[in-house]
């Protein structure tokens, strides 16, 4: 009888021929999968890896599609659930809290364009009302609608949901019926309740005057704790009148019913009021729910009647002659004031990074021209003037302006603005060597892995260590809060985002305000729009970056200078965002896909940069859209006179 063995007290079963051939195939298929893999890795790489070494990286041989799947040492696992809106632009992304603890997103989504991104932070609605049932010149119209407008994006750039209410939210509530039955209400008060009978039928939250705007920093105290959203009692700021409330839904029922059983409704123009003029009884059950802050708010600035005659005499002026030409003036005023504060918060200047500084004067150029626009001094009535929450402004002037560098690394300084221009590595390859042809063996041979963002982290990170750490850096400059209240990263072959001034807060100065006030524009600039079928029409009046500083890399010659336009063009090509009808080659996608396998952190940065800047996008498309439910757009039928008639009024009283 053949000897039976016997292994941790178990008995090992016998094995029949069968058995035995079925190991032997799983064995050979093991040593075959094993060559297979470790093979490529294998294979000595050129001198100029010593640039950036790949300690963290997956070898290029894991890039294989069908290897994730058929990996027998990996364990079995799913891409994570899809959420919703995910996707957009070619581009889905995955948000999660592990976000800055792996470098590269496809371990966690097995989908090369699906990126791993913060988690997005939900924006508290703030309201503000505006009574479209008022009849008005239709000059009227267009200018409070700017100024809703103005009023929205500084909002929004802060990270709210800014929301007009209009008659229909305050009809919506039940409380509507009664106020109707108060005959002999002053119809002033009336209008004052009836916002705040919006406002409580959408649950409370924060309510702002549209004249109340935030300047200030991303990271101000006050600004933080309004995001957080929750507020356990009605608050309102003694500096600020009733410019900002904040409170939950019942206690703004409270102060409705208080108000509307006040003795004095017939006299008093204003919630406030009629509140404050309640003779005071020491028997009454409901105690008026008001928390007065007595704190100046550092960061918010209120446009009230009061202020505007007192500190903007001149704006002032212009609404009482006409309000139709003053409007417009204090919306210029208002965006203005916005700029200044920006510009005060990044009193460093603006760094425009330029990695690989020799041949991406061109890539560059776009971004340049958006802190051109940024450090320019905004129109204004009354240019030397400081917002109201901050008397001692540094104002713009064009004698002194924000100072622009192009530094080839990112710096990471509290008061310096930084825009970056995300290459897709088949770019900055293709430029960096200047070649109009690459092939895959020179890819392998010759050039350096992840060039740029180990240029671009050269500041924050240690010198030597490899790209995966570099790349989470980078991510985390791109989109940490800290990061992104001080940045904007662009991607080297698109356009700019046309929704800009809805990341600034502003309407940043478009080209042709400062066109008139540049002296020249460089020469190079002439033959670049020539040769560059990719570019859009005007683009030859785009101004180059000057020279940089040669201590970051070689300065490169006129010659050299004019190559730049034609390869940036091919490559927006290549990587599949030049929306032409000339297509790539197959050999050039080939080349496309060996240089991505070969700069896996320098591909990520780009891909992370591209959602980042898609997953914005689409959260404001989304936001415009439900808006345009209720609004029928910004510019039409919106518009509140709650602060005007009470402002002229005083004035005509006064006069
Ligand atoms: C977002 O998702 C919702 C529901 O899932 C859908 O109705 C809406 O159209 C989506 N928006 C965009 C911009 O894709
Ligand atoms: C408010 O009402 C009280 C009580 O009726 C009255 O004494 C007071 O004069 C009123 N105030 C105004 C400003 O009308
Ligand atoms: C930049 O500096 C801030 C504050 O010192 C720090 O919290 C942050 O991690 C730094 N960011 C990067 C990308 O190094």
Redesign the pocket.
């Known amino acids: 009888m053949p000897k039976q063995y016997v292994v941790f007290g178990r008995p090992v079963p016998r094995l029949g021929t069968r058995h035995t051939s079925v190991l032997l195939v799983i064995i050979s298929l093991f040593a075959v999968f094993s060559l297979l893999f470790t093979l490529p890795s294998a294979i000595p790489t050129g001198p100029s890896l010593a640039l950036a070494d790949h300690r963290f990286s997956i070898p290029s041989s894991l890039k294989n599609p069908w290897y994730s799947s058929l990996n027998p040492f990996k364990q079995p696992s799913h891409a994570p659930p899809r959420q919703r809106n995910d996707t957009y632009d070619e581009t889905s992304w995955y948000s999660n809290f592990k976000w800055l603890s792996i470098p590269f997103s496809s371990s966690v989504t097995f989908d090369e364009n699906r990126l791993l991104l913060p988690m997005l932070v939900e924006r508290p609605p703030i309201y503000c009302y505006y009574d479209n049932t008022v009849k008005r010149e239709p000059a009227i119209k267009d200018a409070e609608s700017d100024l809703l407008l103005s009023w929205r994006r500084a909002w929004w750039a802060q990270g709210f949901k800014p929301i007009i209410l209009s008659q229909a939210e305050a009809m919506n509530n039940p409380r509507y019926e009664e106020l109707q039955r108060h005959e002999d209400m002053n119809p002033k008060l009336k209008t004052d309740i009836m916002r705040w009978l919006a406002w409580e039928n959408m649950g409370g939250g924060l309510l702002a005057h549209h004249l109340l705007l935030p300047m200030g920093s991303h990271t101000d105290p006050l600004l933080s704790y309004l995001r957080r959203g929750e507020f356990p009692k009605l608050t309102r700021w003694k500096d600020l009148d009733d410019g900002l409330f904040v409170g939950p839904k019942a206690d703004i029922a409270t102060v409705i019913k208080l108000t509307m059983a006040s003795p004095n409704t017939t006299t008093a123009t204003n919630l406030l009021a009629a509140l404050e003029l309640l003779p005071p009884k020491p028997e009454k059950e409901t105690p008026i729910p008001f928390t007065v802050d007595p704190d100046n708010p550092k960061a918010l600035a209120y446009y009230s009647a009061k202020t505007i005659e007192s500190t903007y005499p001149k704006v002032g002026a212009d609404i009482l002659a006409s309000p139709a030409a003053g409007l417009p003036s204090l919306n210029q005023l208002i965006t203005s004031h916005l700029h200044v504060t920006w510009q005060n918060l990044f009193a460093s200047g603006i760094a425009v990074v330029k990695p690989l500084p020799h041949h991406t004067t061109h890539m560059i150029s776009p971004a340049y021209e958006l802190a051109k626009r940024l450090s320019h001094c905004p129109e204004s009535p009354m240019p030397t003037s400081c917002p109201p929450n901050n008397r001692k402004c540094t104002p713009c002037s064009a004698a002194t302006p924000l100072k622009i560098s192009t530094p080839a690394h990112y710096l990471?300084t509290?008061t310096l603005y930084t825009i970056g221009t995300v290459p897709h590595p088949y770019t900055s390859t293709s430029l960096h060597s200047l070649l109009e042809h690459i092939d895959v063996s020179w890819v392998r041979r010759r050039s350096p892995r992840d060039a740029w963002v180990t240029d671009l982290t050269t500041d924050?990170c240690p010198a030597g260590i490899s790209g995966a750490p570099r790349v989470l850096?980078f991510k985390?400059?791109v989109a940490?809060d800290?990061?992104a209240s001080r940045s904007l990263w662009l991607l080297a072959e698109r356009a700019l985002p046309d929704d800009l001034d809805w990341y600034f807060g502003f309407a940043v100065p478009t080209e042709a305000s400062w066109d008139a006030t540049m002296t020249a524009t460089p020469a190079a600039a002439d033959d670049t729009a020539k040769s560059d079928g990719a570019e859009k029409p005007g683009a030859e009046q785009r101004p180059l970056p000057p020279a940089h500083d040669p201590k970051d890399g070689p300065v490169p010659t006129p010659e050299e200078l004019k190559l730049e336009p034609n390869l940036l063009a091919r490559a927006r090509i290549v990587v599949g965002d030049a929306k032409t009808k000339n297509r790539a080659s197959k050999e050039e996608i080939a080349v496309r896909d060996a240089i991505e396998a070969w700069n896996l952190a320098d591909t990520e940065a780009w891909r992370f940069a591209r959602a980042f800047l898609a997953r914005k996008a689409m959260e404001r498309k989304k936001w415009e859209e439900e808006e345009a439910k209720y609004a029928g757009g910004i510019g039409s039928e919106k518009g509140r006179r709650s602060g005007w008639d009470r402002w002229l009024d005083k004035r005509e009283s006064a006069v």
Do not use: H
């Open positions: 990471n509290s924050i850096r985390e400059a940490s800290y990061g």
